[in-house]
């Protein structure tokens, strides 16, 4: 039972933070957000010019943390409405930063309305002068919101380029695939070990105390190799942990037999391999599930 809540978080990770490990999420969405928001809070910018300290970084790290929050949102709207268009990145970040500035608009005007309450002697507001025509408006408005949304798109870029992180489909290595050769599949350490040689066919592995046995194809084989050693030197194949024991290759499975609420495997050749429970979260996103009979 413990694998298989980490495999659900596993999951849930990847659908809310695709391509992204853990710390560049925390950089892009908490550290960087916050740091502007504080750096810009700390100098008491713009119409915070008279607002205490504590209210002037309150006022403007929230309200950064929810615009930035707010273009993430809009970006992923934005690229999913384009993407039979296949947009540039910078056209996705574009549209997603104006779709997220309209969107966190009430939210930030309640976090304003907060920083007003904390200081009442205080009452700034964001004005404009006097007598702007309406084309004026939009140029001063817009001039406002064009430097959050070009923060966001140079961050983005830095993000794809310099750390080839997934954003809304675009990634350095697309380019970079398309022109470098394929590095070639590495031979596992303990295939060396087989008399079967290197070009046996592995159908499962399965640990026996120290030792691993292998079955291939033709036969199978006991050597001294530790199983985790094993389990990742065989990454590049169709396969996948069923058992704290047992590593068998999709391409294997003959059939997946159910007794109760219990799993068990065949291969081709026969071998039965049991599924354990803290597993079976695995078994069933690899879609073995679907060959029970």
Do not use: C
Request: glycine share 8%; aromatic share 12%; no cysteine.
């Amino acid at each position: 039972m413990v694998g298989a809540p980490n495999l659900k978080s596993t999951a849930l990770w990847a659908r809310v933070f695709p391509g992204m490990q853990k710390r560049q999420a925390l950089g892009l969405f908490v550290l960087i957000p916050v740091g502007i928001g504080a750096t810009l809070g700390w100098y008491r910018a713009g119409y915070t010019a008279d607002y205490p300290l504590a209210v002037s970084l309150f006022e403007w790290t929230s309200n950064f943390v929810l615009l930035w929050l707010a273009f993430e949102i809009g970006s992923r709207f934005a690229s999913f409405l384009l993407r039979p268009w296949t947009p540039p990145l910078w056209g996705v970040l574009v549209l997603g930063g104006i779709a997220g500035v309209a969107i966190s608009r009430p939210v930030r005007s309640l976090v304003r309305e907060a920083s007003a309450g904390l200081a009442p002697e205080v009452r700034a507001e964001v004005s404009f002068p006097d007598g702007l025509v309406w084309e004026e408006f939009v140029f001063a408005y817009a001039s406002v919101v064009a430097v959050p949304i070009l923060i966001w798109v140079v961050v983005n870029y830095i993000y794809v380029q310099a750390f080839d992180v997934e954003r809304f489909g675009h990634r350095r290595s697309e380019k970079s695939d398309q022109s470098e050769p394929a590095a070639p599949t590495p031979v596992p350490e303990f295939i060396k070990q087989l008399s079967a040689g290197p070009d046996a066919e592995i159908h499962a592995l399965q640990a026996e105390d120290h030792y691993l046995r292998v079955y291939t194809a033709t036969s199978n084989e006991l050597i001294r190799y530790r199983f985790s050693d094993a389990v990742g030197e065989v990454g590049h194949l169709p396969g996948l942990q069923v058992h704290r024991s047992f590593w068998v290759n999709k391409t294997a499975v003959d059939t997946v037999r159910r007794s109760g609420r219990s799993y068990e495997i065949v291969l081709k050749g026969g071998l039965e391999v049991p599924v354990s429970r803290s597993y079976r979260y695995a078994v069933k996103e690899s879609g073995l599930l679907s060959r029970t009979a």
